[in-house]
């Protein structure tokens, strides 16, 4: 089933209102959260096959997924002319979060081990692995109640008429036709994340935090990086601070995955209060 959506992010906006005094950015943000779908996709981990195409499609799925699996190799094998953007999430293995962390940090070398070849990724540091799987988890579960729904493989596209949604398996040619650009430019996180990794300093003690007012949950310490949505009363478990480019984030215990792991998501220091 196809449904579509508004382009328009409304991101200009919040920036200059989060620029008023006493406003943060995410409070500012969650004024517009329901309609940042498209950019929290654009912001979300993701591996590419090419960058030199201007015409995109984002495809949202897990390692695991036959049926993305089918859809990425009639991709290569149609070479077609349009670069994939791969969003991975649900690592229901441990094995799953090597290929998350190889797709979206070796892109299409990742994409073709992980799909294609069914070859084993490469280790990659545990700290790193946990930050990806984390930011991917809290991205999803921020995708959900706008999506309405969230399946394997979910794909975003730009049809010439808005953004367009398609969940399950379609051929390339039965809705990539009329493929037009997906527009502004975006920022690529996965050259960031050893740097985030270098600047976070874990708490003496886990304390409790709460909110001083409507803000939002990210998944990296960036306020461009996709949200899991926008909480006011809740308390949150705090494990750790992070400053990154000049801005003080609160590493926090967001939420628990299906196998009940800890996920970590992030909230600027300036909208949080020590209990």
């Known amino acids: 089933m196809q449904t579509r959506r508004s382009v328009m992010v409304g991101l200009a906006g919040t920036a200059f209102a989060a620029s008023l ?110 930050l990806i799987h984390d930011a991917n988890f809290i991205a999803a579960e921020g995708f959900k109640p706008r999506f309405k729904n969230l399946a394997s493989p979910t794909f975003v596209y730009d049809d010439g008429e808005g953004a367009a949604i398609f969940k399950g398996y379609k051929p390339w040619k039965d809705f990539t036709g009329s493929l037009q650009s997906m527009g502004s430019e975006i920022t690529d996180f996965s050259q960031e994340l050893d740097r985030m990794l270098s600047e976070e300093r874990k708490l003496d003690s886990a304390a409790l935090v709460g909110f001083r007012r409507t803000t939002a949950i990210h998944a990296l310490p960036h306020s461009a990086s996709a949200s899991l949505g926008c909480f006011d009363t809740q308390q949150y478990e705090a494990v750790a601070e992070v400053r990154y480019q000049d801005t003080d984030w609160i590493k926090i215990l967001a939420l628990f995955s299906t196998q009940d792991e800890p996920v970590y998501g992030y909230v600027a220091a300036s909208d949080m209060v020590f209990a």
């Open 21 to 130: 005094p006493g406003r943060s950015f995410a409070q500012s943000l969650c004024e517009v959260w329901p309609q940042t779908l498209l950019w929290d996709i654009k912001h979300a981990l993701w591996g590419s096959t090419s960058g030199e195409y201007e015409d995109c499609v984002y495809m949202i799925g897990g390692p695991w997924c036959p049926v993305c699996r089918r859809s990425v190799n009639e991709y290569f094998d149609g070479k077609l002319k349009f670069e994939l953007r791969f969003v991975p999430f649900d690592a229901v293995q441990m094995k799953h979060r090597r290929q998350m962390a190889d797709i979206v940090l070796n892109n299409v070398d990742g994409i073709k081990r992980t799909f294609v070849d069914n070859t084993p990724a490469p280790s990659f540091p545990p700290q790193v692995e946990k």
